[in-house]
């Protein structure tokens, strides 16, 4: 696990002074353009990582973690980074619900409405 030092441009998605980790994922082929702050799930089959849908049934109905930057999954498996643990905005995240909220917080992933 690595601490990250936020830059300016990722700001608008943290959310307090809680120290912020990130870890090294892949993000699953099809998954096409996706911003950061995109909630995403774990696809239990290949451990790659998918947006969050409560209602899929292969894993990424688990909320885990949170994209750290932009990318475009759509043609093939992108390596990037993920938030696994800080505070960060609702209003940056997408794809959130109540569910996956709470599958975040279980994982000290909380989510502040402002701060």
């Given amino acids: 696990m690595e601490r990250e030092t936020f830059t300016d441009e990722r700001k608008s998605i ?5 120290p912020i980790v990130t870890l090294g994922i892949t993000v699953v082929s099809g998954s ?4 950061a702050g995109t909630v ?16 899929n049934t292969d894993g990424s109905e688990d909320a885990k ?7 475009d999954a759509t043609a093939g498996d992108i390596n990037t980074s993920a938030y ?3 505070e960060f905005r ?5 794809g ?6 709470a599958m975040l917080n279980d994982k000290l992933i909380f989510i502040k409405e402002e701060v």
């Fill in 32 to 35: 096409g353009i996706l911003k």
């Fill in 84 to 86: 696994f643990h800080g």
């Fill in 40 to 55: 995403l799930g774990k696809v239990s089959a290949t451990g790659k990582y998918a947006p969050y849908v409560k209602t």
């Fill in 65 to 71: 973690c949170i994209l750290a930057a932009d990318i």
């Fill in 14 to 18: 943290i959310g307090g002074s809680h």
């Fill in 90 to 94: 609702k209003s940056a995240l997408t």
């Fill in 96 to 101: 959130i619900d109540a569910e996956g909220e």
